[in-house]
């Protein structure tokens, strides 16, 4: 089944210049790009070292000062990016955001600073996007490829074969957290590194076997972090083409007989990378020792190049969001038929009331658009409460190529397309969701009535009009009168759409009361 907004991007002149912002537990990065001919050409590259994950502490709770000196970086990537349009523009956060908790406030405050909006992404997405990243910037070497990046909170591992990941993983164990934890105040000895890759040896045996079997032909680490310490190893041998596990071990070796990481005195790791450096350090000799790697290169690209080929595909290609959509809809057995039906009829709807709520944003279709081609995914589980078993399926599963928090929003959505409605849960949802999703829902509801008898005939030219939260639908008299059902339904949606404070009035097309 294409989609409408498909269509309408390929469509569409491509932007030239798009925008990528990681915000990492480390560092921030902003990558500005042209996109010509088919390529991207990087012209502008911004790094600040914030290290927003070391300002959480065990309740998730965000330093001041740390909250403060993100802003300000924040501030300065927007005076970057502030006439850029929304489309060309994807900011992300990692493993900080995730684990902060209460974090709307700051997020609201870091939309203001920059000028665009934050999507939290899930260690999954997270790791597909790295692979994107990784698979786009560097030669193909024929055979499967494992791919790791060690961020500050998480480390991910993904195996993919050509621009396809395979197997994605996302351990809770990065450079930050794990320097933290084993050398505080900068304190070194072997005994603290052997402690610290002990603790990764335990996060990484879960998937020891699996990605073993799966096995790769070549191996490329991505990050920062990766990227210091192969070049530490060239410092000490300007022969070393690659990260190897013997060059790691006298690394290792080194790192562990001094006292503090101010004797570290390697021109290569800079003062900023200095304290994470052992906690990067131990992660990757870990990495090599658990999964038997001999030889790793080291890729430029990285979680932020991934963004950019990710709104390339929006725009030029498919969606990888529509992707997942389909198969979702495979998974959990679909009524395809049913579900285009309904598509077709809340876009219907959506048009005739776009101006009215507001509901402009291409986004809002598009949520719009998923919600209704998946509503159906709870009755895979049962009849009963079906779009509570769809709503928790939608927060919780693995969806490649979405936002965490369109995943809210589509959960939200979907878990309210029937049965009684509160208002009760929006605040959680950042803005401008917190406020629109009701209007998204109520369309749905209005499609997903209007198509209970699942019948392939077409139903009659609608009319809706909004006025603020008052609805007007209009259907033919006679219509009306042949579907004894519809009205009883109908009649019932007045009254559930009252308890969230809308008001729907039926009429004929004679202007005439129905309901």
Known sequence: MPSGNAARASSRKSPELLAAVDLGSNSFHMVVARYTHGQLVVIDRLREMVRLGAGLDAEGRLDRDVATRALACL???????????????????????????????????????????????????EARLIYSGVAHTMPSGGGRRLVVDIGGGSTELIIGD??????????????????????????????????????VRSELEPIQLAYQRRGWAQAAGSSGTIRAIGDALRELDPGVQAITRGGLEQLV????????????????IDAERRSVFPGGLAILAEVFAVLGIERMEVSDGAMRDGLLYDMVGRI?????????VRAMQ????????????????????????????????PLAE??????????????????????????????????????REEQRVLARIVGSHR????????????????????????ILRLAVLLHRGRGRSPLPALMLAARGRTLELRFPMR?????????????????????????????????????
């Open 330 to 361: 495979a998974r959990y057995h679909v009524d395809l038929a049913q579900a285009e039906r309904v598509e077709r009829t809340a876009l219907t709807l959506l048009e005739q009331v776009t101006a009215d709520w507001q509901l402009d944003d």
């Open 479 to 515: 219509w009306l009168r042949d579907h004894p059902l519809t009205v009883a339904d109908l009649s019932q949606e007045i009254d559930w759409l009252r308890s969230v404070d809308f008001r729907l009035r039926i009429y004929s097309s004679r202007g005439l009361p129905a309901v």
């Open 162 to 199: 050509g621009l396809v990941p395979l197997d994605l993983e996302s351990v809770e164990v990065g450079c930050v957290g794990l320097s933290e934890r084993f050398f505080p105040d900068g304190r070194l000895s072997a005994k603290r590194l052997a402690r610290a890759r002990v603790a």
């Open 75 to 125: 501030e300065r990537f927007g005076q970057r990016i502030a006439e850029m349009h929304a489309d060309t523009v994807r900011v992300v956060g990692t493993n900080a955001l995730r684990r902060a908790h209460r974090k709307q406030s700051f997020l609201e405050k870091a939309r203001s600073a920059l000028g665009h909006p934050i999507e939290i992404v899930s260690g999954m997405e």
């Open 316 to 324: 030029t290609r498919e969606d990888a969001r529509d992707r997942t």
């Open 366 to 403: 598009q949520i719009l658009t998923w919600s209704a081609r998946l509503h159906e995914i709870g009755l895979d589980v049962a009849h009963s409460r079906h779009h509570q078993h769809g709503a928790y399926l939608l927060e919780n599963a693995d969806m490649p190529g979405f936002p």
């Open 419 to 442: 049965r009684k409605l509160t208002s009760e849960g929006y605040e959680r949802l950042l803005p401008p969701w917190d406020k629109r999703v009701i209007f998204l829902i109520v």
């Open 253 to 268: 070796q080194l790192v562990g007989g001094l006292g503090n990481v101010r004797e570290l005195r390697l021109a290569s």
